[in-house]
C-alpha cells in the first residue's frame, strides 16, 4: 500500500485447481483487505497471454492503463498494467461476486466460517 493505492504482485493457483473461482476469491479478498486498509485504487501486472486473467480482472473492475515492455523475465513477454477505478464505488460488485464464490466453492472446499461471513 502506497498512500492510497495497492499493488498487488502475485496472486496464484496450482494449475490443478485453476478455473474453479479459487484465484476469484482470493483477488476478492484481497481486494477487500486493502480496501478496509484505505486503498482507493489497486494496480497489478499480467501477462497478455494469461486470458484467463486478464478477463478475471477486467470482470471486477480493472482496466488497461499501460504496458511493461519485456518484464517478464523467464520470456522477456510485456505486462500489461491494470488499474481500477475507485475501490469503494466497485465494492458492491466485488461484495456480491465474493458471495456467489463461496457458495459456488463451498460445494467442493470447506471454506470455514470466515469466508462465509464476508
Not at 496464484?12 to 485447481?17: E, G, L, M, S
Not at 486473467?53 to 504496458?67: H, K, M, P, T
Not at 481500477?84 to 471454506?111: G, I, W
Request: hydrophobic content about 40%.
Amino acid at each position: 500500500l502506497i498512500v492510497d493505492e495497492a499493488h498487488v504482485m502475485n496472486i496464484a493457483v496450482t494449475p490443478r485447481y485453476q478455473g474453479q473461482g479459487l484465484g476469484e476469491l482470493l483477488l476478492l479478498h484481497v481486494l477487500d483487505s486493502i480496501r478496509a486498509l484505505g486503498a482507493a485504487t489497486c494496480t497489478l501486472e499480467v501477462r497478455p497471454s494469461n486470458v484467463r486473467a486478464l478477463s478475471l480482472y477486467q470482470q471486477l473492475g480493472f482496466r488497461v492503463e499501460g504496458r511493461r515492455r519485456h518484464y517478464y523475465v523467464d520470456n522477456g513477454e510485456d505486462a500489461l498494467i491494470m488499474t481500477t477505478a475507485d475501490l469503494a464505488t466497485l465494492q458492491p460488485l466485488h461484495q456480491q461476486r465474493f458471495e456467489s464464490a463461496c457458495v459456488r466453492l463451498s460445494k467442493d472446499y470447506n471454506l470455514g466460517a470466515y469466508w462465509s461471513r464476508h
